[in-house]
């Protein structure tokens, strides 16, 4: 029970910090929580994929390869930016509405948010170094299962907060000059988070 406390005091405080994961499910909170949730869906969807490369040892392959793992960065990268570029030109919300531009299907949401989680490769380094630390050497996959079913939960549970609270947020000021601010700063944000993994 303490390991577990303290896997789930660790990645709360994790899930916390600001990220791409938090900027897109506040930019999805701007359209409704319908779009939250299939976001949300999502990043579990990539998580899910994060979690399964480190139970099979292929995660450790990865990150052992230069060019696989730079290939991935790069890629990542670049499509953060582009996303944060649209976040920026095209706006938000009833803000996109009145531009005229057609909102999104949530299947289309949904394949962003595992977009959005995948193009962080230092995910990978930050799965790897963790779960180890957890996981007993005599049950490595069964504890993995496990700790990475709480990894989710937590996932859901701070990414659902983010999105209840932008969603109150962005009905408030949707149609205002802060809200196109908000958005703005939004999409800035991603574009930062692109220009630091293209860093490493």
């Given at each position: 029970m303490?390991?577990?406390?303290k ?6 405080l ?12 506040l930019?999805q909170?701007?359209?409704?929580f319908?779009?939250?949730?299939a ?12 979690i399964?490369?480190v ?7 990865i ?16 499509y ?6 649209k976040?920026?030109r095209?706006?938000i919300g009833?803000?996109?509405a ?5 909102p ?6 949904y394949?962003?948010g ?20 957890f ?9 993995i299962i496990?700790?990475?079913?709480l ?19 962005f009905?408030?000021?949707n ?7 908000l ?14 993994i293209?860093?490493?």
């Open positions: 303490e390991l577990t406390l896997f789930l005091a660790l990645t709360l994790l899930e916390l910090t600001p990220g791409p994961a938090m900027l897109f499910v930019f909170s701007s359209f409704g319908r779009q939250v949730v976001g949300i869906l999502g990043l579990l969807t990539a998580n899910l994929v994060w399964t490369l139970a099979t040892g292929l995660g450790l392959l990150t052992q390869s230069p060019m696989a793992y730079d290939t991935l960065r790069y890629l990542g990268a670049a953060l930016a582009y996303m944060g570029y976040i920026c095209y706006g009833k803000q996109s009145i531009a005229g531009t057609k999104k299907k949530l299947w289309q949401i394949s962003q595992i977009l959005t989680s995948l193009s962080n490769p230092k995910a990978l380094l930050f799965f790897l170094a963790l779960f180890p630390n996981a007993s050497e005599q049950d490595f996959i069964g504890d496990y700790f990475g079913g990894k989710l939960l937590c996932l859901s549970v701070v990414m659902l907060s983010y999105g209840l609270i932008g969603n109150k947020i009905d408030y000021f149609t205002s000059k802060i809200a196109d601010v958005g703005r700063f939004i999409g800035l944000g991603v574009v930062g988070a692109a220009l630091a293209a860093r490493g």
